[in-house]
């Protein structure tokens, strides 16, 4: 434990520390986007698949607290060294010449990922309002009357691209912190970031698209 705080009092530990939460969100966003593509299956497949989803009760939940606690770490984590950097101008978070070098998705990480917090607490809280009560509505219909906001849909699809750029870097950046950054790895490293973050950018850009056409056809 001592070890453990000893290394959390570090920048180089601290760093370390978002990288690892980093890389949890990574895994929720690859895993959310699955079970979001069911849509493409049908209206009835989605509902299928967020009806099992909430079955797991108890299991869901500890997952959301998992995820909440990681955001806090991961974001505290971030607005400490992003004002320590300010101050001290050390080397900053997960970059290096030999890693990829200066990106315009590695200098603006610090405003993509407030942007990103917001675009959070508003699409949780955007549907948190309508998922309430479905006894009336499933899932689908639900997502339609939301999408179907031209500002929301509008404000959907800017978050969703900036969530691309932000994973674009944060994720070989998060492998190099955590120290895969042999030189026999970081290229394939490097170019599976940017097809993970088109995959983001297309997988969950084009949902509310399929979803109001699926609606507008009838389905």
């Known amino acids: 434990m001592t070890w453990l705080c000893r290394t959390l009092s570090?920048?180089?530990?601290?760093?370390?520390?978002?990288a690892i939460t980093g890389l949890l969100f990574l895994l929720f966003l690859a895993t959310h986007?699955?079970?979001?593509?069911?849509?493409?299956?049908?209206?009835?497949?989605?509902?299928s698949y967020a009806?099992?989803?909430?079955?797991?009760?108890?299991?869901?939940?500890?997952?959301?607290?998992v995820m909440a606690v990681a955001l806090l770490i991961h974001v505290?984590?971030?607005?400490?060294?992003?004002?320590?950097?300010?101050?001290?101008r050390p080397v900053k978070y997960a970059v290096d010449k030999?890693?990829?070098?200066?990106?315009?998705?590695?200098?603006?990480?610090?405003?993509t990922g407030l942007l990103?917090?917001?675009?959070?607490?508003?699409?949780?809280?955007?549907f948190s309002h309508h998922i309430v009560d479905q006894t009336t509505r499933n899932i689908f219909q639900i997502a339609v009357a939301v999408f179907s906001q031209k500002i929301f849909l509008a404000a959907y699809l800017l978050g969703v691209l900036v969530v691309a750029f932000h994973v674009r870097h944060g994720l070989w950046s998060a492998f190099q912190t955590v120290g895969?950054?042999?030189?026999?790895?970081?290229?394939?490293?490097?170019?599976?970031?940017?097809?993970?973050?088109?995959?983001?950018?297309l997988g969950f850009g084009s949902l509310p698209l399929v979803i109001l056409a699926m609606h507008q056809g009838g389905l």
Do not use: C, D
């Not at 570090?10 to 978002?18: A, D, E, I, N």
């Not at 909430?54 to 959301?64: I, K, M, R, S, T």
């Not at 042999?182 to 973050?197: D, E, G, L, T």
């Open 10 to 18: 570090t920048s180089v530990g601290k760093k370390q520390l978002m």
């Open 33 to 47: 986007l699955l079970g979001n593509l069911s849509f493409y299956a049908g209206p009835a497949a989605f509902v």
């Open 51 to 65: 009806e099992h989803l909430h079955a797991l009760g108890n299991l869901l939940v500890a997952a959301e607290v």
């Open 76 to 88: 505290s984590t971030a607005v400490f060294l992003f004002f320590q950097n300010r101050s001290a």
């Open 98 to 111: 030999s890693g990829g070098g200066r990106t315009f998705s590695s200098q603006t990480m610090p405003y």
């Open 116 to 126: 990103i917090l917001g675009f959070i607490g508003v699409h949780l809280a955007t």
């Open 180 to 201: 895969a950054n042999h030189p026999k790895y970081m290229p394939f490293i490097q170019k599976f970031s940017i097809v993970f973050a088109v995959i983001v950018a």
